[in-house]
């Protein structure tokens, strides 16, 4: 018998405080969650939390919640110091580590721990796949610009290749993280140098909207990453995320009513019918422009 | 450091390396590397061609198939990698690890660079494909300062090739969904950003205007110079302003850290713009050459003539340019 869909809680992709942080955590810790992802994937300068807090954080959460909890390593990872940073976070010897970067894959591969590939990692066939899986992946978090087909076809591709194969966990909600630079969005939108940003972005707990010159939302500004406008939302293309053979579906934190959320996807995958619509955006789901609502556009 | 310079086309092909290139990287006419273009790069016999110009010449040829094969197409991947095993590149560019293991084992002689599509940007990814796959050299995405290239360059285990002159990527490359989410095509998957068949100009009361899948990128006044609309060069709405919210159309230029690239150890400068044409490959090649040559002459004395810049200016995007990334103020 398949078992039951699993639910995720991504890391969270904003810079919130450590006060905001912790309570937001012990809401989620009584929350049905079969995994909780925490730390710092978007900045390296947003240190409210060091890893040391991560680690205590995890500890606390695994004596009050069943979930497991797993480490996320930082996506974009440049500085010298940074680099030291993920080593810090591969020997934590305690927490399985999502890798967000090749570097955070290497190290996990050399210290033989098996690991989650995250969504920043650029997976896209079966042969890629097998390459990630030999150096110790278990978990595959696709990027979030796959089509549901080109996810099937790939963990179809890899089947055929006699190797292990992984976990697949869908990025199922919540603002898509879609690119990664050099350049602080944020600091520039507040005229602030980036090496004097003075933690601007936390004064944005959900980003800030960049809209064009006709007011339609397009991207979300979370200081180095540019995120979708739309928030995206797979719960109406459940059955599609069951037959793609999805085990997880991962719900990615807002600033407000995760816990609604996560109740709505904890009811589809109890057995509860999913909406036949829903608001938010799912185009890449359906191999379109993923701004777009699939069933606006007549495509479901 | 040695000069890699774009083609798009055979007549591309043979102005740069009449101008100088030690090498030529181009692409084959699909969506197996990160220009394709309607119209551009090679068929097989301008590859042949070009191959024997090459030859001639003393130069080297490179060949980018460094988008990311989706399952369906991995067989085209897969043959692009023997066409250029069997052309007999010099070396062959690639991202995806799939494609990077099939040529390390199928063709173990044959040279490997990791793209820029690869956005590795430490030397713990560099070593990954170092290790896994043999590459000899690695191309770095344009997001690095010019500290954070000397410190990845001191513990990378390959030779480093660096974007010198072209369309400044202000995403890290590889690491950018922004035109797919748009439009349903991107540099990873479809090998372009910003498709032109996407593209829509329209004359309207508020000025010209252009979109993309019919999203407004950026509107002109009377006088205002319009360029392509490239999504993360247009003007958008931030907290009530309108500005280039993400960056303005300017191109790279790095004609001032030669010196220091060179103090790096890095081994070789790249043109971006196989999409561009065969006269505009022809004046960067020239200026470049040029500017490697004077440094290489004369490391102590080495100056930035001023033709070099108006030359580079002329042909920039915006007529801007800019040291990118490295320049820490920049990001």
Known sequence: ?300 | MHLVCPAGSLPALKAAVRQGADAVYVGFRDDTNARHFAGLNLDERQLETGLRLIREQRRQLYVAVNTYPQPEGWERWRRAVDQAADLGVDALIAADPGVLAYASRRYPQLNLHLSVQGSATNAASLAFYQERYGIRRAVLPRVLSLKQVRQVAAGSPVPIEVFAFGSLCIMAEGRCHLSSYLTGESPNLCGVCSPAKAVRWSEEPEGLTSRLNDVLIDRYARDEPAGYPTLCKGRFMVNGQRFHALEEPTSLNTLDLIPELAAIGVTAMKIEGRQRSPAYVEQVTRVWRAALDAYLESPAHYAVQPAWRDVLAGLSEGSQTTLGAYHRAWQ
Not at chain 1, 140 to 158: H, K
Request: proline share 5%.
């Open chain 1, 1 to 300: 018998m398949e078992s039951r869909m699993k639910l995720s809680l991504g890391p969270v992709l904003f810079y919130w405080d450590r006060k905001t942080l912790l309570d937001f955590y012990a809401d989620m810790a009584s929350q049905p969650l079969d995994v909780i992802y925490l730390g710092e994937t978007v900045c390296s300068k947003r240190r409210a939390m060091g890893l040391d807090d991560w680690l205590g954080l995890a500890r606390e959460l695994s004596q009050v919640s069943q979930a497991e909890v797993v480490l996320s390593g930082l996506a974009l990872v440049e500085a010298a110091s940074e680099l030291a940073s993920l080593k810090r976070l591969c020997d934590n010897g305690d927490l399985r580590v999502e890798a967000n970067d090749m570097g955070a894959v290497q190290l996990l591969a050399e210290r033989r721990l098996p690991f989650v590939g995250g969504p920043a990692l650029n997976l896209y066939n079966g042969h890629a796949l097998a390459e990630l899986v030999n150096a110790g992946m278990v978990r595959w978090v696709p990027p979030v610009e796959c089509s549901g087909a080109l996810i099937r076809q790939a963990m179809a591709q890899l089947r055929g290749l006699d190797v292990t194969v992984p976990e697949l966990e869908i990025f199922a909600y919540g603002h898509l993280p879609l690119a990664y630079s050099a350049r602080c969005f944020t600091a520039r939108a507040e005229n602030r140098p980036k090496d004097d940003c003075q933690f601007c972005c936390q004064g944005y707990p959900e980003g800030i909207p960049l809209l064009s010159q006709e007011g339609q939302a397009l991207f979300t500004l979370n200081g180095i990453q540019t995120m979708s406008g739309d928030v995206s939302n797979l719960l109406a293309d459940y059955a599609g995320l069951s037959a793609c053979g999805a085990n997880l579906l991962r719900l990615s934190p807002r600033a407000a009513g995760m816990n609604e959320v996560i109740t709505m996807f904890d009811a589809v995958r109890r057995g509860a019918t999913p909406p036949l619509a829903i608001g938010g955006c799912n185009g890449y789901w359906h191999g379109q422009p993923g701004m777009l609502r699939a069933e606006e556009v007549g495509l479901c």
